[in-house]
């Protein structure tokens, strides 16, 4: 089990599919598409956006995820 830590000093545990899944954004400003991820990725990646790790942005009908600010 890993940890994220926010900038508000929050943090949040992670399994290891949850913190593999994240260790594939670089930076903040990286943005992965919805279609290239896998469908237990995509499970993943929609489990963090409810917990609040990533952001999940929907523009002209490309779902992409993006990392939440965090330290």
Known sequence: ???IE???GLQMPLNNEEADLLARFESVEQRIQ???LTEREQVIAN???NRGALV???QDGKITFRRQNSS
């Open 56 to 58: 999940r942005n929907n």
């Open 6 to 8: 926010f900038n508000n």
């Open 47 to 49: 489990q963090l956006v």
């Open 34 to 36: 919805k279609n290239s």
């Open 1 to 3: 089990m890993r940890f």
